[in-house]
């Protein structure tokens, strides 16, 4: 079978590297997805452990279509009795970009009338009554080339499920372990987030340091699915947790708001694991750790505070980051003129998505004595 895992544009390469690791090499990486064909297995783990990905869907069919006649027929002649049992409740979401068939509402409801009907030709019934669990099935059009698919997740993977407290503007579970595999991180390199907001960055560093599946203890979409052996979940649930660990990890999380830090010692609970919390604005941040990797999501002047504040903000960031020469700087903003009034031009950048801004990651290369 054929999946496909979306992810924000600039972090395909993370998603490509976590499936490698599961022992999925057929992946083909396009922008904002990485394809890859594997079973029902490969399914559950890619949900269990892909820490950047945003969802994961199941190819029933692709076509081309630009006309609503031509939609209806091929989605009608895909096999979807393999998939939906003729009680199964359809809920059908779509996009559309560069087509033709640019409605998307029109061309959600000609898929679910086309499913329909597949369904009672299939199973020789005159209706579908919809009294099961739900399927989501996806349609997407892009230049005309339709793709249907089943929604294997649900809730999009960033749901965790341990942030249930969050603060303004949160970065997002899936970008926050994306700015930890770009720097580079290993388990036993020390790690801080002097503006840790809710936690998510030094929680999403301790659980890959600990080798914890990120959405181990959330359920999923295709868990529901009747045609599915439900030992699939247990199986791979059981596998992640014989290989989770519970090391004793150098990072560290500070915020100048006590709220903040109160919620991330909540989240951190949640998520099973123990990090070091402190109440601390980021003029004060001092460590005896070395070699570091230091992860920051500073108010971008957009959101949260004036423009006058947040260049004064980057400029104090640069005075304290510079008495730490030998950690990595990693600092994501969508503020164009970030590297002017920091100082310092960046050794590497990476574009990436926050929230629907365009946004930059700067990395600062660290010196070595």
Known sequence: MEFTATAKIGLESTVAFQLHKLGILDTETLDARV???????????????????????????TFRADTFDALFEQTKALPWSRYLSPRTRIHVNGKSAKSTLFSVSDCQSIVKKAIV??????YRVAAVPETEEEVIVEVGILRDEVTLALDCCGAGLSRRGYRTYNVPAPLSETLGAGLI??????????????????????????????????????SFAAEQWKFLDPTVFSRAREEARDVMRHDPLCIQGSDIDPHCIDLCKKHAKKAGVMLDWKVRPVKDLKTSWRNGVLICNPPYGERLSDEKSVNALYREMRTVFDTIPDWQINLITSNRDFEKIYGKPADKRRKLSNGGMVCTVYQYFAKRG
């Open 35 to 61: 394809k890859f064909h594997g079973g029902f297995d490969e399914m559950a783990k890619a949900l269990l452990w892909l820490r950047t990905a945003e969802r994961l869907l199941l190819t029933v069919g």
């Open 117 to 122: 009907e597949s369904l009672k030709a299939a």
């Open 181 to 218: 595999l770009l720097s580079r991180f290993f388990p036993d390199t020390p790690l801080i987030d002097p503006m840790c907001g809710s936690g998510t960055i030094p929680i999403e560093a301790a659980m890959i340091a600990n080798n914890i599946a990120p959405s181990q203890n959330r």
